[in-house]
């Protein structure tokens, strides 16, 4: 006589939290190959490092802050929108606003903010959700000061390293391609790479950390954080160190050569700036842009070196860094909207978002830009052997390319 099979009730809400964390770590994974120009541009576009290699060495260190950094920007990425208004959809919407905007971007070659990304798709899908009462207000506010605060931190750190590198040259004679230069960039880049994983790992934590809270999963401690088991960071650095290693040659273009000449001391310069703020910004738990960091940096080392700044290639940056909170606030708002449809229609309206998004990704990652196509723009040495200025200026029109 056989026994009657017991069923076990399907747990929709623990399927639906899995599924939003994949997502989630999908966003982690393009925010590693979105990125990778803030460290791999520099030693790239100066022969530091060959090419190939580059993205394996910034993703090394993304991956090593693993061990050493704490969750401070996670909790604060996670009460952007407040605990009692974070649910599975808020945080599904906000990903596809992010994802969206990070492939766009990367797809025309601009580098902008995977971190105001996130935060703008939480914002809108927290307000579509909730209403303004929904958001915390103060940590958006913290967020909005950050985009202009980091680069100007970042632009002024570089522009006075670079002249204090030229006062250096001139003194002791030394050239611009010197290997201490090469040397001490990548020293640099590892530092940028570090940061890159310290601060930008950790937002993805704080979304996993509080789509698990929604789903009761894990608890807040006293002090008003989320606790956030060793798996969360484990699979968030993994996946940015992913990204990484996949590169985002697009970008690594533009940052690397449209923006400026750079040079190893030029290159070392613009390190300098992205570490100052970068590691400044995750010392006080705040989620800034590494890539507004690294791309200020480029930019300040290029005026401060001498070599001039393409005027049309940086008004473009500034155009992305200041629409990208509000078109990820849309997008954010819309998709929660489409999941809110009634019945079936949620899941057809949300599912043929889906199809073309991710159609359209899949046939645009089959066109990107390779390693072998950005070393070939790379200028040569006898290119560039003529004598570095130091005093500063700006141009209209950057390098040829």
């Not at 974070?86 to 905007?101: D, P």
């Not at 927290?126 to 000061?145: E, F, K, S, Y």
């Amino acid at each position: 006589m056989s026994m009657p099979t017991r069923r076990v009730p399907v747990d929709w809400m623990l399927l639906a939290i899995v599924a939003v964390i994949a997502l989630a770590l999908l966003f982690d994974f393009t925010n590693g190959f979105h990125d990778a120009a803030n460290s791999v541009a520099t030693v790239v576009a100066t022969r530091a490092m060959p090419a190939r290699w580059a993205p394996w060495f910034s993703a090394f260190f993304n991956f090593v802050a693993f061990f050493v950094v704490g969750t401070a920007v996670a909790n604060t990425v996670a009460k952007v929108v407040k605990h009692d208004a974070e649910g599975v959809a808020v945080v599904f919407a906000a990903l596809i606003a992010a994802i969206t905007w990070n492939y766009v971007t990367w797809f025309v070659g601009m580098p902008s903010s995977s971190s105001h990304a996130i935060i703008g798709g939480l914002v809108g899908a927290g307000l579509a959700a909730g209403g303004l009462a929904a958001i915390n207000w103060g940590v958006v506010r913290t967020a909005v000061i950050a985009i202009v605060a980091s680069p100007g931190v970042a632009f002024a750190v570089a522009f006075l390293a670079m002249l204090l590198i030229g006062r250096i040259q001139r003194r002791w004679g030394v050239h611009s391609d010197a290997k201490a230069f090469k040397g001490l960039q990548l020293v640099s880049a590892a530092a940028v790479s570090f940061g890159h994983g310290a601060n930008d790992a950790q937002k993805t934590m704080g979304i996993m950390a509080a789509l698990l809270y929604a789903g009761g999963y894990i608890a807040l401690r006293p002090d008003g954080n989320l606790e956030i088991d060793w798996w969360i960071p484990l699979l968030a650095y993994s996946a940015i160190a992913a990204g990484t290693i996949w590169g985002g040659w697009k970008i690594i273009e533009t940052m690397g050569l449209r923006i400026t000449t750079l040079r190893p001391s030029s290159g070392l310069a613009a390190n300098m700036g992205a570490v100052a703020a970068i590691f400044g910004a995750t010392g006080l738990g705040i989620p800034i842009s590494t890539t507004h960091a690294a791309a200020s940096s480029v930019t300040g080392s290029g005026v401060a070196s001498g070599q001039g700044v393409n005027l049309k290639v940086v008004a473009e940056m500034v155009v992305a860094w200041t629409v990208t909170i509000p078109s990820t606030v849309v997008i954010g708002w819309l998709m929660f909207q489409l999941t809110a449809l009634p019945g079936a229609a949620a899941f057809v309206a949300v599912g043929a978002v889906l199809f073309v998004l991710f159609g359209w990704v899949a046939w645009a990652m089959s066109k990107a830009l390779r390693a072998d196509d950005v070393a070939a723009e790379i200028p040569s040495d006898e290119e560039l052997r003529e004598p570095v200025a130091v005093v500063p200026r700006i141009e209209g029109r950057g390098p040829a390319m």
